[in-house]
Every structure is written in C-alpha cells, then in structure tokens.
C-alpha cells in the first residue's frame, strides 16, 4: 500500500505563487510517474503534470512556463511550483503515484488552491 500525503495549498491572489508538496510513504520501491491533477467545480479531473522515473517531465498546455514539477528522490517527495497564477487555476490538486505504466494510480486526499482575482 502507498500513501501519498499532500501540503502547500491555500489561498493566493492572481500573480502569486504556491508550492504544493507530496509525500509518499508505504511499499514501493520504484514508480512509473507521479505527479499532479486538478479538479475544479464541475469539471473533470485533469492532468497538470508529471515526472517520471527517468526525470523527463510533461505539463498541460494551459500551465506550461508558469508551473514546475520537481523531486526529492531521497524524500519520496515531489513538488509543484505554481508561479503566475490565475483565478482559473483555482481547483482541488490531487498528488498520484502511477507504479507501473499499466498500473492503477495511488492518490493523495487533495489540496485546495484559491486564486482570487
């Protein structure tokens, strides 16, 4: 079992800039990806970005040069740099774990991002 446990989010005015951090934790040696979706009201879930084992990276169009994923291999941790942020980035962020390339993901419980304009 794998537990991912996410921080960073909160509130921010249009502009400002967060960093949501997620933590795994539980039986696994290796991964496939992890990384970030959001969530907004009434919308569907959607991928933000990833990294994955080897390192190479891939973002959404709608944050590509704003955001920026990154890791702590040591700490089992990966991170989201939110810089620029928009009122339309408001949505819950949710942290997964993909173990295998045709595996189910893991997830974090979700962290809620407010940006007010």
């Known amino acids: 079992q794998v537990q991912l446990v996410e921080s960073g989010g909160g509130l921010v005015q249009s502009g400002g800039s967060l960093r949501l951090s997620c933590a795994a934790s539980?039986?696994?040696?290796?991964?496939?990806?992890m990384g970030w979706y959001r969530q907004a009201p009434g919308k569907q879930r959607e991928l933000v970005a990833r990294?994955?084992?080897?390192?190479?990276?891939n973002y959404a169009d709608s944050v590509k040069g704003r955001f920026t994923i990154s890791r702590d291999n040591a700490k089992n941790t990966v991170y989201l740099q939110m810089n620029s942020l928009k009122p339309e980035d408001t949505a819950v962020y949710f942290c997964?774990?993909?173990?295998?390339?045709?595996?189910?993901?893991?997830w974090g419980q979700g962290t809620q991002v407010t940006v007010s304009s």
């Open positions: 997964y774990l993909q173990p295998t390339a045709w595996g189910s993901n893991y």
């Open positions: 539980g039986r696994f040696f290796s991964y496939y990806a």
């Open positions: 990294i994955l084992s080897g390192g190479s990276t």
